[in-house]
């Protein structure tokens, strides 16, 4: 199975998580929110598949560009 790397494309502080590993997710499903200039923005997946890893926390700072999850596809 393929896995996909999930990224950012803003940078800010993870403020939720709206999936786990092992959920499934669907093409355009939301993994994450970041908070980036007082707006929460979503961070999505790009296929449908299988969360196998969520690599970032609550309240992680992250930068624009970081792989939040892997999804198998």
């Not at 940078?11 to 669907?26: H, I, K, P, Q, T």
């Amino acid at each position: 199975m393929p896995e996909i790397k999930i990224v950012t494309e803003v940078a800010g502080r993870v403020c939720a998580l709206a999936a786990e590993a092992g959920a499934s997710v669907g093409d355009g499903d939301e993994i994450a929110f970041v908070e980036a200039m007082k707006m929460e923005i979503p961070v999505t997946s790009t296929i449908a598949g299988k969360i196998k890893a969520i690599l970032v926390k609550l309240d992680d700072v992250i930068a624009e560009g970081q792989v939040v999850a892997i999804v198998e596809a």
